[in-house]
């Protein structure tokens, strides 16, 4: 009797699936923080594959087929634009902490001369 093989379970790595630029004007997502993310309602889709962008496109959000041409890409424009807005908004905070930290350390090196 012949022994089984190893079984071969598909990985995503090895599928090479990752986001398609095409998807930003037909389905409203775009690739941000190594994540798939719907410029609409900001939710992520968990696995970079066509089919899951499309059915949460056409579940979640029917009404945005009534933009068209440029209506669409204005419309896109405008939510990457709230999307890297929103992003900001915690990576500012960060930054200030970071250089708050780096002056106290300048103001803490001084006073030790």
Not at 29 to 42: P, R
Not at 80 to 94: C, D, N, V, W
């Amino acid at each position: 009797m012949d022994k089984p093989g190893p079984s071969k379970k598909r990985k995503v790595k090895d599928e090479n699936r990752q986001f398609q630029e095409i998807w930003i004007e037909k389905y409203f997502f775009v690739w941000s923080h190594n994540k798939v993310v719907c410029l609409i309602c900001k939710n992520t889709v968990a696995i970079a594959k066509e089919y899951n962008v499309k059915r949460h496109y056409e579940t979640q959000h029917p009404t945005f087929t009534k933009f068209t041409g440029e209506l669409r890409k204005q419309k896109i424009l405008s939510l990457k634009r709230e999307l890297i807005g929103q992003q900001a908004m915690f990576t500012k905070p960060i930054q200030d902490s970071e250089s708050a930290t780096e002056v106290s350390y300048e103001i803490s090196r001084m006073i030790a001369k």
